[in-house]
């Protein structure tokens, strides 16, 4: 069984910048790697969405609305996976959750993020 814990989230000033963490516990570094790992977020009355991912083997892909303002990187060594969100905008409010999928998905409990002056 996975367990992946969020961290990073907080109250920033639009244009400001966010780094997510999570970490997996629960697994071997040899089977983290495989897992495909992404984040997704949800906003107050509104359905969960897909924020990015990152595969295995380190390809990555994002929202449309969000590509060069957030970046997801991995690191299999420390089974950790996060995402460096810049230029941060009102409506990036939401709770942020990581993800994780090799055969089976396993979510976290979610970071909240909240943008505002």
């Known amino acids: 069984q996975v367990q992946l814990v969020e961290s990073g989230g907080g109250l920033v000033q639009p244009g400001g910048s966010l780094r997510l963490s999570c970490a997996a516990s629960g697994t071997s570094g040899t089977i983290f790697r495989r897992y495909v790992m992404g984040w997704y977020r949800q906003a107050p009355g509104k359905q969960r969405e897909f924020v990015a991912q990152?595969?295995?083997?380190?390809?990555?892909g994002y929202a449309d609305s969000l590509k060069g303002r957030f970046t997801i990187s991995r690191d299999n060594a420390k089974n950790t996976v996060s995402l460096q969100m810049n230029s941060l905008k009102p409506e990036d409010t939401a709770i942020y959750y990581c993800?994780?999928?090799?055969?089976?998905?396993?979510w976290g409990q979610g970071t909240q993020v909240t943008v505002s002056s």
């Open positions: 990152i595969t295995s083997g380190g390809s990555t």
């Open positions: 993800n994780a999928v090799y055969a089976t998905s396993y």
